[in-house]
């Protein structure tokens, strides 16, 4: 009489090949989801740019003023503007915590930067010169 059951040896190399599987696509699956980070922090970085430059043609040809970082541009200056130019707030997909999309303008108030926290969360803007040039960190 033969047997169906699986020996315990077959299910040791079942299980050793799903863990195998399992752990090849862990990494690739974390890489995508880092790609598609990448690609969102960078279409609202540019939608954020649009509401701007929307924001410097109703202003009198003024950008919000913030010549050290801030991280409450949108929610102090671009949803409370009229026209109101943004409804909601856009979150950076690399912060922590629920946080803006970092802002800085230069003094005289004529170039500004926006950036993202960012993979490696590091060389962020740490000035904007009157010309238009920006030192990092």
């Known amino acids: 009489m033969k047997s169906k059951a699986f020996t315990v040896i077959e299910l040791i190399l079942v299980l050793l090949v799903l863990g195998i599987l399992i752990g090849m696509s862990v990494p690739?699956?974390?890489?995508?989801?880092?790609?598609?980070?990448?690609?969102?922090?960078?279409?609202?970085?540019?939608?954020?740019?649009?509401?701007?430059?929307?924001?410097?043609?109703?202003?009198?040809?003024?950008?919000?003023?913030?010549?050290?970082?801030?991280?409450?541009?949108?929610?102090?200056?671009?949803?409370?503007?009229?026209?109101?130019?943004?409804?909601?707030?856009?979150?950076?997909?690399?912060?922590a915590s629920p946080t803006e999309y970092s802002y800085m303008t230069s003094s005289n108030g004529q170039y500004y930067a926006i950036w993202s926290q960012s993979l490696s969360g590091a060389n962020h803007p740490t000035s904007i010169s009157n010309t238009g040039v920006i030192s990092y960190q």
Not at 53 to 76: G, K, M, R, V
């Open 28 to 95: 690739k699956i974390k890489a995508m989801q880092q790609n598609g980070n990448v690609v969102k922090a960078n279409k609202e970085v540019a939608s954020i740019e649009a509401a701007l430059e929307s924001y410097y043609t109703f202003n009198s040809n003024s950008y919000p003023p913030a010549t050290t970082a801030i991280t409450n541009l949108q929610q102090t200056f671009l949803i409370n503007a009229n026209p109101q130019i943004i409804s909601n707030v856009i979150y950076d997909p690399f912060s």
